[in-house]
T-cell receptor
Framework: AQSVTQPDIHITVSEGASLELRCNYS??????LFWYVQSPGQGLQLLLK??????LVQGIKGFEAEFKRSQSSFNLRKPSVHWSDAAEYFC????????????FGTGTRLTIIP | EAGVTQSPTHLIKTRGQQATLRCSPI?????VYWYQQALGLGLQFLLW???????NRGNFPPRFSGRQFPNYSSELNVNALELEDSALYLC???????????FGPGTRLTVL
């Protein structure tokens, strides 16, 4: 069964600073990987996804993530955060075709300070 | 293009009652997924419907059930409500099975 670990429960970053949110997954085959963002009381918005191909993927709002098979990681990065980036971020892994469900990490809450 | 919509936004019930939550997928999407986001338990997969059939379900008791209608909208029913069913219930849809899931805003269910 697949699983996702987000080791950082809460991260605080200064506005304008760079950001990296960690995500490690466990899955037997090539995974489908996703990052979603959730503002308080809201649903999930897709930031980016990796299915195959180029291991560095670009997403919305200036985010990018890199798939590293050797480290079973899919870390999310942003070179310069904005106050509006404060939210909860979820990494998720999808299984093979025919067993569709997403397994989510526990999330990382991002706080931005001036 | 409209996104995934869910109704109601909030739902308050008492223990033992039944709750019905509704979801309309993005136009053209045929797969609908339900997830529960409970405090302290994270996001957990509940159910997946595709072309009107239940294709997969998560580790939830049978009192969690649902259906998908011919127009691909979906309903989640929770019978014999328990306090621990209080959660945000999220619906997602994808254009075909296995493709990217897009989420709605959720229904906040509170069981008193």
């Amino acid at each position: 069964a697949q699983s996702v670990t987000q080791p950082d429960i809460h991260i605080t970053v200064s506005e304008g600073a760079s950001l990296e949110l960690r995500c490690n997954y466990s899955y037997g085959a090539t995974p489908y990987l996703f990052w979603y963002v959730q503002s308080p009381g809201q649903g999930l918005q897709l930031l980016l996804k990796y299915f195959s191909g180029d291991t560095l993927v670009q997403g919305i709002k200036g985010f990018e993530a890199e798939f590293k098979r050797s480290q079973s990681s899919f870390n999310l990065r942003k070179p310069s955060v904005h106050w509006s980036d404060a939210a909860e971020y979820f990494c998720a892994v999808g299984a093979d075709f025919g067993n569709e469900k997403l397994t989510f990490g526990t999330g990382t809450r991002l706080t931005i300070i001036p | 293009e409209a996104g995934v919509t869910q109704s109601p936004t909030h739902l308050i019930k008492t223990r033992g009652q039944q709750a019905t939550l509704r979801c309309s997928p993005i136009s053209g999407h045929t797969s609908v997924y339900w997830y529960q986001q409970a405090l302290g338990l994270g996001l957990q997969f509940l159910l997946w419907y595709d072309e009107g059939e239940e294709r997969n379900r998560g580790n939830f008791p049978p009192r969690f059930s649902g259906r998908q209608f011919p127009n691909y909208s979906s309903e989640l029913n929770v019978n014999a409500l328990e306090l621990e069913d209080s959660a945000l219930y999220l619906c997602a849809s994808s254009i075909v099975q296995g493709d990217t899931q897009y989420f709605g805003p959720g229904t906040r269910l509170t069981v008193l």
